[in-house]
C-alpha cells in the first residue's frame, strides 16, 4: 500500500515534504518539518483514516470485494477477518463507495443501452422499511440502466427513478459520444435518440439479433448482477443498491486482470483519492449519476 500511494517515496500528507524519518516503534513517519500532524501512518488521508480498523483487516477484505465473482456478504467478510457482521458491512460499504469510478469519459463506437428491474428488494426487509421503496419502480422494484460499450466491453449502470425517455435519454447523452451507434430494444423510452446517434433497434417481439443489432451484452451482464445480488446479498436496500451496482461494474471492467491486479486498481483507486470517508460520502451523496 505504501508503495501504491507513494511510489517515488513516502512524502508527508499534510506538506508535501519529502524528509520524512520512519519511527519503527510507533509503525509511522514523521515530517522533517515542524507543523501540525507532523506525524502520520500510510492510513491517513485515505478512507481507511478515520476508521479503528488497522490494514491488516481492511486490505484482505478489499481483495476479498473485488475478486470475488458474485459479491461478498458481510456475512462471510465476518467469518475471514474475525470482525463483527456490522464491523464487516460497514468495511464492504466503505471499499463499494471508495470503488466509484470519478472521472469518466464518454462511450463511444458501438454502444449497448438497456434497462432492468430489480425485484424482490423488500423481501428480507423490515416491515417500516418496505414503506420507503415504493414509487421506486414497478411494484417495489428499483430500476437500473446500463451502457456498455462493446469495444471495451465495459458497463456503466445507473440507479434511475424511473423508465422515461428524459430519463434515459439525458443518461445515454451525458455519457455516450455523439455520432455514435446505440443499440437498443424496441422500447418507446429510446425514441428519438437518431436525432444525435446512429439508433439502432432490435424489436425483441421479432427477433433477439439481427447481424451486429442485439443488446446480448448488456443482457448477459444483468445476469451476472442479477446472479449476484440474488446468490449473496441477503438484501439490498434501495439506497445502498448503486454502491453494489458499483462494485459489480468494477469487477466487470476489471475482470481480464489477474486477482493481483483487480486489488492493485482497487487500491489505487481507493488510496490514491486521498480523501477520507466523511469528505467522499459528503461529496457523493447520491449515485443517481
Ligand atoms: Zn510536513
Known amino acids: 500500500m505504501v508503495a501504491l500511494r507513494w511510489p517515488d517515496g513516502v512524502r508527508c500528507p499534510t506538506c508535501g515534504n519529502e524528509t520524512v524519518s520512519f519511527l519503527e516503534h510507533q509503525e509511522r513517519w514523521q515530517c522533517s518539518k515542524k507543523h501540525p500532524k507532523r506525524q502520520f ?96 419502480g414497478g411494484a417495489g422494484k428499483a430500476i437500473v440502466m446500463g451502457l456498455l460499450d462493446r469495444h471495451s466491453a465495459k458497463v456503466r449502470l445507473m440507479h434511475v427513478p424511473n423508465t422515461q425517455q428524459e430519463t434515459l435519454q439525458t443518461h445515454v ?33 421479432e427477433r433477439y439479433v439481427d447481424g451486429n443489432v442485439h443488446t446480448n451484452k448488456i443482457e448477459n451482464f444483468w445476469s451476472l448482477l442479477k446472479r449476484g445480488l440474488k446468490g449473496t446479498y441477503v438484501s439490498v436496500e434501495p439506497f445502498h443498491l448503486f454502491r453494489y451496482l458499483d462494485e459489480q461494474a468494477f469487477r466487470f471492467n476489471e475482470r481480464k486482470g489477474t486477482d493481483a491486479d483487480r486489488f492493485s486498481n482497487a487500491m489505487r483507486s481507493i488510496i490514491g483519492r486521498r480523501v477520507t470517508y466523511k469528505k467522499l460520502i459528503g461529496e457523493r451523496p447520491s449515485a443517481a449519476a
Open 41 to 136: 501512518s500510510a492510513k491517513v488521508g485515505t478512507i481507511f483514516e478515520d476508521s479503528p480498523i488497522a490494514l491488516d483487516k481492511w486490505l484482505p477484505a478489499v481483495w476479498e470485494v473485488v475478486n470475488c465473482k458474485n459479491g461478498i456478504s458481510s456475512y462471510e467478510t465476518a467469518r475471514a477477518l474475525g470482525v463483527t457482521q456490522k464491523t464487516a458491512w460497514f468495511m464492504n460499504h466503505r471499499i463499494r463507495l471508495a470503488m466509484q469510478t470519478g472521472s469518466f469519459e464518454k462511450m463511444a463506437g458501438e454502444v449497448e443501452a438497456d434497462e432492468t428491474f430489480i425485484g424482490g428488494l423488500a423481501r428480507n426487509m423490515h416491515k417500516d422499511k418496505k414503506a420507503k421503496i415504493t414509487g421506486t
Open 173 to 205: 447523452r451525458r455519457y455516450v459520444q455523439g455520432g455514435s451507434y446505440v443499440f437498443t430494444d424496441a422500447f418507446a423510452g429510446y425514441h428519438g435518440l437518431d436525432q444525435d446517434y446512429v439508433h439502432n433497434v432490435i424489436d425483441h417481439a
